[in-house]
Nanobody, 125 residues
Framework: VQLQASGGGLVQAGESLRLSCAGSGFSLDNYAIGWFRKVPGKEREGIICINSIGSTNYGDDSVKGRFTISRDNAKNTVALQMSSLKPEDTAVYYC???????????????????WGQGTQVTVSS
């Protein structure tokens, strides 16, 4: 089970960025997928997560209205679309997978078993 996060980079405040999480060696279909981020000195926090049927849950109210999550089961990927980026969105972003077959959408990092490597997002002011 491997996850690959990609799409990070350096953008200016107000711009958009799209991150992608790809599953390798397994199907993401029966997994809840979460996007998390970590800044130095803080714990890794759940931003937004999606279950296998497309229900979503925000773990961070500061991204509501700016970040959305979607899954493409045909491509075995989950995307994080980020718009109206702010300098405080600067962090290392991670995707994670939690195998479950119910409607619950966890945002707690301890619920997730598999993690991809991080991708750096830097938003300049």
């Amino acid at each position: 089970v491997q996850l690959q996060a990609s799409g990070g980079g350096l953008v200016q405040a107000g711009e958009s960025l799209r991150l992608s999480c790809a599953g390798s060696g397994f199907s993401l279909d029966n997994y809840a997928i979460g996007w998390f981020r970590k800044v130095p000195g803080k714990e890794r926090e759940g931003i937004i997560c999606i279950n296998s049927i497309g229900s979503t849950n925000y773990g961070d109210d500061s991204v509501k209205g700016r970040f959305t999550i979607s899954r493409d089961n045909a491509k075995n990927t989950v995307a994080l679309q980020m718009s109206s980026l702010k300098p405080e969105d600067t962090a290392v972003y991670y995707c994670a997978a939690d195998y479950r077959n119910n409607a619950y959408v966890p945002t707690d990092r301890y619920q997730y078993d598999y993690w991809g490597q991080g991708t750096q997002v830097t938003v300049s002011s």
